[in-house]
């Protein structure tokens, strides 16, 4: 259990591994990592959760973006959340939204070089119905094409496609740019850069450790 409230962001482009970090973040911390779309597949999937108002959620996602931003927010501000949230926010609007009615103590930023993007996200497949990722470069399946707990077919989502990754960059820059100059202003950002998750991490794992103590050393994680 963390021994203090603490609320963090991690934004960084599709591929940039901004989900591993935050998962790191939480074993090493003792906090909740909150992803964005685990968050709406297992509500949608149970039937479960309330956007605001105690409109069920199912209908929120029917509802269009400003009622999954609702949905989200709803949860993310709840008492017991405290940990690191990755895929919110993704506008300047969602990014207003949350700033309006949480304050968070920082932003961490993952800058990944182009080229590097386009490996790993030409190279993922993901299992549909749990949102978990494979990498056939550096985390594959144990059975090419299979889900290693279900033993149910990977996919090749759409947006991860070679030919689909140049734009889906392009779209995540324009959309950052904004948020990122917000939080940058505000003093909250710290930028880390490289091509390895595994060499970035010790910098996240420091800064972290300078805001709540850790419940486990960096070599435990």
């Known amino acids: ?86 895929g919110f926010p993704r506008t300047l609007g969602q990014a207003e939204a949350l700033d309006r009615i949480c304050e968070l103590d920082l932003v961490i930023s993952l800058n990944i070089p182009f080229e590097t993007l386009k490996d790993r996200l030409s190279a993922r497949w993901v299992h549909p119905a749990s949102g978990r990722v494979y ?23 759409e947006d991860d496609k070679p030919e689909a990754v140049a734009a889906r960059l392009r779209k995540y820059k324009d959309a950052a740019k904004p948020v990122i100059e917000m939080y940058k202003s505000r003093g909250i950002l710290h930028s ?20 709540i103590p850790p419940i486990l050393s960096d070599e435990e994680n």
């Open 135 to 157: 990498n056939m470069d550096f985390n594959p399946p144990h059975v090419q094409g299979i889900d290693d707990l279900t033993g149910e077919p990977l996919v090749q989502r």
């Open 1 to 86: 259990m963390a021994s203090k409230l603490l609320r963090a962001v991690v934004l960084g482009p599709p591929g940039s591994g901004k989900g591993t970090v935050c998962e790191r973040i939480a074993r090493s911390f003792g906090l909740q990592h909150l992803s964005s779309g685990q968050f709406l597949r297992e509500s949608l999937r149970g039937g479960g959760g309330e956007c605001p108002r105690g409109r069920p959620l199912r209908g929120c996602v029917a509802g269009g973006f400003a009622s999954i931003t609702a949905a989200f927010l709803a949860f993310m501000t709840a008492p017991f959340c405290c940990g690191a949230c990755t």
């Open 192 to 211: 880390f850069s490289g091509t390895e998750t595994n060499k970035i991490w010790p910098y996240v794992y420091t800064l972290l450790s300078s805001k």
